[in-house]
DNA sequence: ACCCAGGCGGGCG
DNA sequence: CGCCCGCATGGG
């Protein structure tokens, strides 16, 4: 799955960094991806990652900048999740022909691993909201909150993702200044809860409904917030996360479109796609959503026209 | 101009 | 438990 090869570089079957990076992911918030170049840049907390990537059929091929290869090469794993056995859950999650060509268009999109907080931040920031904003909002509270990176000779290169300890150096003004609107009260709260009252660091390791639980005490994080932090932030497959989208999707294709509770769609996800549901809801979700879109761009081009 | 967006907390029955 | 409401703001 992973190889190394001669030049330091590495091939990895089923992946695909265009359908990860468009799938509206806490990456997709604040990392820059150039398509034609294939670059990918971002930081992940004190370091600047720079990664070349070519999208291909058999395989995506990485390199990185051969310096500390190891290092990046670790993150990038881990981010990706690039260790997934994409065979046996594209097995799993095959359950009916939308979900064979959702998988067939987008072919090598993975969930990634994101740091708590970071996946806090951004899903508390997505609610009732679109992803083209959220990416505003969210890289507005990367250059006016987010610490400095320097390279090592202490020049700037770069800021960063700002910790919990750092906004609660800000005022709920200043994040609503900063476009968060009527979620800038949840910012300032998580930012302080996170701080003194709750360790999101020590929820590694905690089984997916007491994970859950403990992100729901978070003033701001609800049901779907909370799971796509635990499915994004902690790697809880068993997440679901229900959106306008997700919802919509599930009760046209398998509900007649009759109207469902997010309970009752839970159920039918767990029994469907079972430990891997949270995979099987990146694929609904980014289906459904990237389609529709294209259909909307190409109808205003059409009347427009 | 109107409608929508990776929802949530709070108030109500 | 379920239902309904207001919420800030940029883009189609």
Request: glycine fraction near 6%.
């Amino acid at each position: 799955m992973k190889r190394i090869t001669a030049n330091g570089g590495m091939r990895v079957k089923d992946f695909s960094i265009k359908h990860t990076f468009e799938s509206a992911q806490p990456l997709t918030f604040h990392a820059d991806y150039n398509e034609r170049e294939g670059t990918l840049s971002y930081v992940n907390y004190d370091s600047l990652i720079r990664a070349r990537f070519s999208d291909g059929a058999a395989a995506c091929r990485i390199s990185v900048d051969p310096e500390n290869s190891t290092k990046i090469e670790r993150e990038l794993a881990s981010r990706f999740r690039l260790g997934d056995n994409m065979d046996r859950i594209y097995q799993n999650i095959s359950t009916d022909s939308f979900m064979e060509s959702a998988i067939r268009q987008y072919r090598g999109m993975r969930i990634t691993l994101n740091d708590p907080w970071e996946t806090t931040l951004c899903f508390i920031l997505s609610q009732y909201n679109n992803v083209k904003r959220i990416r505003l909002i969210v890289q507005r509270f990367i250059a006016e909150f987010g610490p400095e990176i320097r390279d090592g000779d202490g020049i700037a290169i770069a800021k960063g993702f700002p910790t919990s300890e750092r906004l609660t150096e800000y005022s709920e003004a200043e994040f609503r200044k900063a476009g968060a609107g009527f979620r800038a009260r949840y910012v300032a709260n998580a930012a302080d809860f996170c701080t003194n009252n709750l360790n999101l660091h020590k929820l590694r390791g905690k089984r997916y409904p007491d994970l859950k639980e403990a992100l729901m005490e978070i003033s701001g994080v609800g049901d779907k917030v909370a799971d796509c932090i635990a499915l994004m932030g902690y790697g809880s497959m068993e997440a679901f996360p229900i959106d306008v989208w997700v919802k919509r999707t599930l009760e046209q294709l398998y509900f007649n479109s009759r109207e469902k509770s997010v309970k009752e769609l839970h159920r039918f996800a767990e029994e469907r796609w079972g430990d891997y549901m949270g995979y099987a809801q990146q694929y609904l979700f980014h289906s459904s959503r990237d389609n529709n879109l294209t259909v909307i761009e190409s109808n205003s081009i059409g009347a427009s026209g």
